[in-house]
């Protein structure tokens, strides 16, 4: 390390953070040669701002998780409160009031009567837990999941994940994918009845009595926003009612408040027998998962062992985190206004699609979007292929890094997730900037 680096009281320059960073550190997902990271020292509300004063509008809320915004002064005071107070205990013989009121807190908002809660440091933790609770109160051991999912990065998080991100990790047994009704931009999508009768096939074939969960998203994130149509939650419960299957809804990305609801399964007026929680859960100020149970299944734990812990479990800074970004959704009405936003955002939507050819599809949920992109009109071929890029989706995304807009550009399609706290005004700015870009796609389009 040089003098200019090591000294602690001098600021790294912008160019000096990423070849440090290039250099010592890795990138996820990434070809680490490719990767071109954008130095970030500060953000407030939706914006980012580089060390040299560059300003971005985070119209991702980074991993889809900074849901109220950047910055945020009470959760910055409580996480300081707490630091100054108590950091940490370990979680299995001790507890701590953050942990308690937070347990308390979730069980009022979290759907029917799922109301214990495990704590984990994030996403894939949850649902490494909500696999073994499953597993351990069915006496099962098959999970199944749908393809087009993201579940986590960790062994079985990553096997349950049915995109291509997991086609190069070592598979597990016992981990089952299915279809479900969508199959891209260009083909017909199937029915709820459709995709459930295709499902319970599956079930049936793999012997149901072997079948310890069905784990789905609630509305699908990474893999393109996919909005399950009316009656496909009800029939993921009604056939694990039916065969006993526990019913795992993944609400890492799709909760608090993302889709205009507390968690997106309410949209459906459905109660999983678990839930995975992160991200939203702390806005991603400090790291934490949940594992949110219903009572059936909490109880069975009284005179059995949980088979589950983590060092890091219930962690006091991030209980007090989770706790005060809670009382920010509820003092600011983030759940209402997420409703209210999400329509002006679905109309700001449907009128890039019918300016722009290269749009072949739009969805939303709240403030929860995609933009699908094609390059033919009559066959609606996407614009990149499935799990490949273009060079116009490649300028695209440059486009938008150029203007100030930060979001992610995935294979034909790119994300409109703002936080929550984000006005009409600058809603607009976004889209103002997404306008001129699709201009780039347009001139593709056959
Ligand atoms: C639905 C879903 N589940 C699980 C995860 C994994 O979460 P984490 O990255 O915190 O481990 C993600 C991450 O994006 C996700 O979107």
């Known amino acids: 390390m040089s003098t200019a680096t090591s000294d602690r009281t001098q600021k790294l320059t912008s160019e000096q953070i990423v070849a440090l960073s290039k250099m010592h550190t890795i990138s996820e997902w990434a070809v680490q040669d490719a990767v071109d990271p954008l130095p970030i020292d500060r953000a407030e509300g939706v914006y980012l701002y580089t060390p040299d004063g560059r300003r971005f509008i985070d119209f991702n809320s980074q991993l889809m998780s900074v849901n109220i915004g950047h910055g945020d002064r009470r959760v910055v005071k409580a ?121 319970e096939e599956q079930i049936v074939l793999e012997g149901p009595q072997t079948i310890a969960a069905i784990i789905v998203e609630s509305v699908t994130g990474t893999n393109g926003i996919l909005i399950p149509p009316d009656g496909y939650m009800q029939g993921v419960r009604a056939l694990c009612d039916k065969y006993g299957i526990v019913m795992i809804a993944d609400e890492v990305m799709s909760g608090f408040g993302r889709t205009g609801e507390w968690f997106a399964i309410n949209h459906w007026k459905v109660v999983p027998d678990l839930m995975t929680m992160a ?22 734990f009284k005179d059995k062992m949980f088979p589950g812990g983590l060092t890091y479990s219930s962690h006091a800074l991030a209980c007090a985190a989770g706790l005060a970004t809670i009382s920010v959704y509820e003092e600011d009405g983030l759940i209402e206004r997420t409703r209210r936003m999400g329509k002006v955002m679905g109309e700001l939507m449907t009128d890039l699609a019918r300016r722009h050819p290269s749009v072949g599809a739009v969805r939303n949920i709240g403030l929860f979007g995609v933009i699908e992109l094609i390059r033919d009109r009559a066959t609606k071929q996407p614009m990149a292929p499935f799990n490949g890029t273009a060079p116009e989706m490649g300028a695209l995304g440059k486009f938008f890094r150029e203007q100030g807009l930060f979001t992610i550009v995935r294979w034909n399609y790119f994300f409109t997730n703002p936080p929550l706290i984000i006005t009409e005004e600058q809603l607009r700015e976004a889209f103002a900037i997404i306008d001129r870009g699709l201009e780039i796609t347009d001139k593709a389009v056959k």
């Not at 349950?160 to 994918?177: D, K, V």
């Not at 991200?279 to 998962?289: A, D, E, F, H, N």
Request: hydrophobic share 40%; aromatic share 10%; with cysteine.
């Open 279 to 300: 991200k939203g859960i702390t806005s991603s100020y400090i790291p934490l998962g949940a594992v949110g149970m219903r009572r059936k299944i909490a109880d069975y």
């Open 79 to 199: 996480i300081q409160e707490q630091a100054a107070r108590l950091c940490y205990v370990m979680p299995g013989g001790m507890t701590t009031e953050p942990r308690a009121r937070l347990g308390a807190k979730l069980a009022e908002i979290a759907p029917g009567d799922i109301d214990v809660f495990f704590f984990t440091n994030g996403g894939a933790e949850s649902v490494e837990n909500a696999f073994k609770i499953a597993r351990a109160y069915t006496g099962r051991y098959k999970i199944m999941s749908r393809y087009r999912s993201y579940h986590g990065a960790t062994a079985a998080a990553m096997a349950a994940t049915g995109e291509p991100r997991s086609w190069g990790q070592a598979p597990l047994p016992g981990m089952i994918h299915f279809t479900d009704w969508y199959h891209g931009v260009d083909r017909e999508q199937d029915s709820a009845d459709t995709a459930l009768r295709r499902l």
